[in-house]
């Protein structure tokens, strides 16, 4: 089994910064692409950025200029620092992760972490 940890999350105020973290273990033979989604309710989940084993990203116009992912491939582990924060980007935020574990290609998803943005 694959587990993802996600942490970073919380309440912070317009204009301000997060940091969200998402740490994969198990039963990984290797990493693809490694991401993020949010969503609020009412609302179907969005993808935020995606970021591939060769470092390759991409972002939602929304988040453009003001989010960056990276990744640490020792550490099986995806970060997401959001700049600029805005009242909309209240969500809540998983990780996704697109792996093999040496019978095929899968990928699993992070239990969730809630971002508040206060105007």
């Known amino acids: 089994q694959v587990q993802l940890v ?5 309440l912070v105020q317009a204009g301000g910064s997060l940091r969200l973290s998402c740490a994969a273990s198990g039963r990984i033979f290797s990493i693809n692409a490694m991401g993020w989604y ?6 179907q989940r969005e993808s935020v950025a995606v970021i591939s084993s060769g470092g390759g990203t991409n ?3 929304s988040v453009k200029g003001r989010f960056t992912t990276s990744r640490d491939n020792a550490k099986n582990t995806v970060y997401l620092q959001m ?3 805005k009242p909309e980007d209240t969500a ?6 697109w792996y093999r574990d040496g019978v095929g290609p899968k990928d699993h998803w992070g239990q969730g972490t809630q971002v ?3 105007s």
């Open 59 to 61: 972002y939602a116009d």
């Open 92 to 97: 809540v935020y998983y990780c996704r992760v």
């Open 6 to 10: 996600e942490s970073g999350g919380g």
């Open 116 to 118: 508040t943005v206060s």
């Open 83 to 85: 700049n600029s924060l």
């Open 38 to 43: 949010r969503q609020t309710p009412g609302k």
